[in-house]
């Protein structure tokens, strides 16, 4: 009995460690969710981008690189959802995305100072007859391992499908 209790106990000690180093690893996002709620987003079938969003060559710089990314996987997330994306002007709802990237300094302890990457993705979606914003959703953090263009881009799928999930499901 004894034995079995040290085992749990000493499980239970390896699996908060694990889970310690997991959040040291990759720090929290934080997602923030709104919209206007007279505005029923229950009702959209169909989506497009918004006929005022900015292509990719127009983007800030270094934002058109990960563009792609960003469309894809919330065109695919949006689809796993049910909604179906068409032409603008048949749409119910217009989406755009803005993307911020910052370098921060932060003071080190030893009067020097530490540079970090704070990022935002902001999603917003409208209502394409009343132009009201019926859903908004942002997830910013300071990301890790962004070294080649290839970790950018699969940062840029995982915070967008993660702001994403928030959005209800038609299906």
Known sequence: MRTRIARVALLSIVATFALGLTSCAAPPLKVQLGGNR???????????????????????????L???QIRTTTASVLAEKGLRMVP???????????????????????????VA??????????????????????????????????????????????LLRHFPDRR
């Open 38 to 64: 007279d505005v029923n987003i229950t009702q959209w079938k169909t989506w497009s981008w918004a006929p005022n969003a900015l292509p990719a060559s127009e983007r800030a710089s270094g934002i058109a």
């Open 66 to 68: 990960i563009d792609g």
């Open 88 to 114: 603008s002007r048949q749409a119910d709802a217009w989406l755009d995305y803005a993307l911020d990237v910052q370098r921060i300094g932060r003071p080190d302890g030893d009067g020097g100072f530490d």
């Open 117 to 162: 990457t704070h990022g935002t993705l902001m999603i917003k979606m409208r209502d394409a007859k009343s132009d009201r914003i019926g859903w908004l959703g942002t997830a910013s953090g300071i990301p890790r391992d962004m070294e080649t263009l290839q970790d950018r881009q699969a940062l840029a799928k995982r915070v967008t499908r993660r």
